[in-house]
């Protein structure tokens, strides 16, 4: 998939708005309140309904490769204040100290039960407590490293001002984001010059125009896009 492809989804996952326009940011009941009732509802009942998945997950992370179930990294979150993201460890435990970027398709890196666990996102399923914790909101721009965030223009360090989220906009654009990668010459340049421009562009709409309704469309297409499109995706290229 190309860059060109991503661009022709702008206006499903949030239009990329012209960077000389400061976003006005929604202001009203449900951006102050509701969402983060939302966020501590859903998160609380998500942990509680899918705790036989997360001991599943984490019996099979220990049985298959050696390290801690928990993979800990730190990202930038609301007010550019530092916080410690979870998720369940996909890569080898000597991989997955370090301070790793980005992953391409394909990366040796990653397990073969990390494999899995990333495909369908489950991987991800730990950062409700983040949420719980106030650290994360089910909705919102994806938390980056820091050393991405050191290369943000004012413009782009407006998406600090929420809380980053779970799922937003640029991350059902970018579902194939590692494929893309895997593709480029240079997946770490192609990243921060194309990429995370276009993702911090998305993001800053979203924040103009953010609904119960808008949120709960991107959980929806989250959750398809995870499994359902991936499932049809397996039996599309089965039957060729």
Same mark, same amino acid.
């Given at each position: 998939?190309?860059?060109?492809?991503?661009?022709?989804?702008?206006?499903?996952?949030?239009?990329?708005?012209?960077?000389?326009?400061?976003?006005?940011?929604?202001?009203?009941?449900?951006?102050?309140?509701?969402?983060?009732?939302?966020?501590?509802?859903?998160?609380?009942?998500?942990?509680?309904?899918?705790?036989?998945?997360?001991?599943?997950?984490?019996?099979?992370?220990?049985?298959?490769?050696?390290?801690?179930?928990?993979?800990?990294?730190?990202?930038?979150?609301?007010?550019?204040?530092?916080?410690?993201?979870?998720?369940?460890?996909?890569?080898?435990?000597? %991989?997955?100290?370090? &301070?790793?970027? *980005?992953? @391409?398709?394909?990366? /040796?890196?990653?397990?073969? +039960?990390?494999?899995?666990?990333?495909?369908?996102?489950?991987?991800?399923?730990?950062?409700?407590?983040?949420?719980?914790?106030?650290?994360?909101?089910?909705?919102?721009?994806?938390?980056?490293?820091?050393?991405?965030?050191?290369?943000?223009?004012?413009?782009?360090?407006?998406?600090?001002?929420?809380?980053?989220?779970?799922?937003?906009?640029?991350?059902?654009?970018?579902?194939?984001?590692?494929?893309?990668?895997?593709?480029?010459?240079?997946?770490?340049?192609?990243?921060?010059?194309?990429?995370?421009?276009?993702?911090?562009?998305?993001?800053?709409?979203?924040?103009?125009?953010? %609904?119960?309704?808008? &949120?709960?469309? *991107?959980? @929806?297409?989250?959750? /398809?896009?995870?499994?359902? +499109?991936?499932?049809?995706?397996?039996?599309?290229?089965?039957?060729?």
């Amino acid at each position: 998939m190309s860059i060109e492809v991503i661009d022709q989804e702008k206006d499903q996952g949030g239009r990329a708005c012209d960077s000389e326009q400061h976003p006005a940011f929604a202001n009203g009941f449900y951006a102050n309140y509701g969402k983060r009732l939302l966020d501590i509802l859903a998160a609380t009942s998500g942990l509680i309904l899918l705790s036989p998945v997360f001991a599943i997950a984490a019996c099979c992370i220990k049985l298959t490769s050696r390290g801690p179930v928990l993979y800990r990294q730190v990202r930038i979150g609301q007010g550019a204040r530092p916080f410690q993201i979870l998720k369940f460890r996909s890569m080898t435990s000597q %991989t997955s100290n370090r &301070d790793l970027k *980005i992953t @391409v398709a394909g990366d /040796s890196r990653v397990t073969p +039960l990390g494999k899995f666990l990333r495909r369908y996102k489950v991987d991800e399923l730990p950062q409700l407590w983040n949420v719980i914790r106030g650290n994360m909101s089910l909705v919102g721009p994806r938390p980056e490293v820091p050393v991405y965030i050191e290369e943000y223009t004012p413009e782009q360090r407006i998406v600090l001002s929420a809380r980053p989220g779970i799922t937003d906009p640029a991350s059902l654009a970018y579902r194939h984001e590692e494929e893309i990668l895997a593709a480029q010459a240079d997946p770490e340049q192609f990243y921060r010059t194309k990429i995370l421009p276009d993702k911090l562009a998305r993001n800053r709409a979203y924040l103009e125009k953010i %609904t119960f309704q808008n &949120d709960i469309r *991107i959980i @929806v297409k989250t959750f /398809s896009s995870s499994f359902l +499109l991936v499932e049809k995706q397996e039996r599309d290229s089965r039957s060729r």
